[in-house]
């Protein structure tokens, strides 16, 4: 949706939206299920193409004898009939460059994988979608001491290394002036992480609003000031997705009510007025020096 939002692309697409909760077993049967009417709950709507119950039904149009995940974003082609791709990071590249024949130059020119960029992107990416993107997870779903307190560094030595980065760029950007899919990444875990991943993931060595000043305002410039983040955001469903679908974390579906607000308003135009922050504890910093 924010890959659609940037490109210009919301009016080649009707979206239906799946309600946050549940996702089904661990193997996500029977899946993500649509509201039965727009009006059951607030932001999903029911299947506009076919009226289907839960997504995995949507597969299965498309292939009878469907094994894979019955995950969102998911693109469906109306004319060849079929599911074009439910990997987000494989939609947010291909979407880049798909429709460019069909837009405005204004949106044309959009690019979030510029030729002069792709090295340095390609190299964070790694590292990030490694250590933070999926660490989280590592972390949250770990199911002994050892397989935690392994996977918590690396989360925290990436935000350090990344609230250095921001600073040294100059921002407003993860890269300096021009928006990438670096900070698309990034917006993701983060827009949550203050929120869910630092209770409901025990990802608790430090928030984003008060550890990393740097990363606070890189995400509060987002979400106010870049149209598509703040569109494509709803803190509703980011917290009732993970507190109320894990019952092995939350066995009594409990979505506390902070923090609060969802995310802090005032961005700093000029972040070298900011002091760089970061989670100082010695595991943490030895990690990040690895980064």
Same mark, same amino acid.
């Given at each position: 949706?924010?890959?659609?939002?940037?490109?210009?692309? $919301?009016?080649?697409?009707?979206?239906?939206?799946?309600? /946050?909760? &549940?996702?089904?077993?661990?193997?996500?049967? /029977?899946?993500?299920?649509?509201?039965? %009417?727009?009006?059951?709950?607030?932001?999903?709507?029911?299947?506009?193409?076919?009226?289907?119950?839960?997504? !995995?039904?949507? !597969?299965?149009?498309?292939?009878?004898?469907?094994?894979?995940?019955?995950?969102? &974003?998911?693109?469906?082609?109306?004319? $060849?009939?079929?599911?074009?791709? @439910?990997?987000?990071?494989? =939609?947010? +590249?291909?979407?880049? $460059?798909?429709?460019? !024949?069909?837009?405005?130059?204004?949106?044309?020119?959009? %690019?979030?994988?510029?030729?002069?960029?792709?090295?340095?992107?390609?190299?964070? %990416?790694?590292?990030?979608? +490694?250590?933070?993107?999926?660490?989280?997870?590592?972390?949250?779903?770990?199911?002994?001491?050892?397989?935690?307190?392994?996977?918590?560094?690396?989360?925290?030595?990436? =935000?350090?290394?990344?609230?250095?980065?921001?600073?040294?760029?100059?921002?407003?950007?993860?890269?300096?002036?021009?928006?990438?899919?670096?900070?698309? +990444?990034?917006?993701? $875990?983060?827009?949550?992480?203050?929120?869910?991943?630092?209770? !409901?993931?025990?990802?608790?060595?430090? %928030?984003? +609003?008060?550890?990393? /000043?740097?990363?606070?305002?890189?995400?509060? @410039?987002?979400?106010?000031?870049?149209?598509?983040?703040?569109?494509?955001?709803?803190?509703?469903?980011?917290?009732?997705?993970?507190?109320?679908? *894990?019952?092995?974390?939350? &066995? *009594?579906?409990?979505?506390?009510?902070?923090?609060? &607000?969802?995310?802090?308003?005032?961005?700093?135009?000029?972040?070298?007025?900011?002091?760089?922050?970061?989670?100082?504890? /010695?595991?943490? =910093?030895?990690?990040?020096?690895?980064?």
């Amino acid at each position: 949706m924010l890959a659609c939002q940037l490109k210009g692309l $919301t009016d080649f697409f009707d979206v239906s939206i799946v309600k /946050p909760y &549940p996702k089904g077993d661990d193997k996500g049967w /029977p899946g993500w299920r649509f509201p039965k %009417t727009d009006n059951e709950y607030p932001g999903a709507t029911v299947d506009k193409l076919f009226g289907s119950e839960y997504l !995995h039904e949507v !597969h299965f149009k498309a292939d009878k004898e469907y094994k894979g995940r019955y995950s969102v &974003p998911a693109l469906w082609d109306t004319k $060849t009939n079929t599911m074009v791709n @439910n990997e987000s990071a494989e =939609l947010l +590249r291909s979407l880049q $460059t798909s429709f460019n !024949h069909e837009l405005p130059p204004e949106f044309a020119n959009v %690019t979030l994988y510029p030729e002069h960029l792709r090295t340095k992107i390609d190299e964070v %990416t790694e590292w990030m979608q +490694r250590d933070l993107n999926t660490g989280v997870y590592k972390a949250g779903f770990a199911l002994d001491q050892e397989t935690y307190d392994k996977n918590v560094i690396p989360v925290f030595g990436a =935000l350090n290394k990344l609230e250095k980065m921001v600073s040294q760029n100059g921002g407003p950007y993860v890269l300096g002036k021009e928006l990438t899919e670096l900070d698309v +990444r990034l917006y993701a $875990t983060l827009i949550r992480f203050d929120t869910v991943y630092v209770q !409901h993931f025990k990802c608790n060595l430090g %928030t984003i +609003r008060h550890d990393y /000043p740097v990363l606070n305002n890189w995400l509060k @410039n987002l979400y106010w000031n870049v149209k598509g983040f703040k569109e494509t955001t709803n803190f509703k469903h980011i917290k009732e997705n993970y507190t109320k679908s *894990h019952a092995d974390i939350n &066995p *009594h579906a409990i979505t506390p009510v902070g923090p609060f &607000p969802d995310i802090e308003e005032g961005v700093e135009q000029d972040i070298s007025k900011l002091k760089v922050g970061s989670v100082k504890m /010695p595991e943490v =910093l030895e990690y990040e020096s690895k980064l």
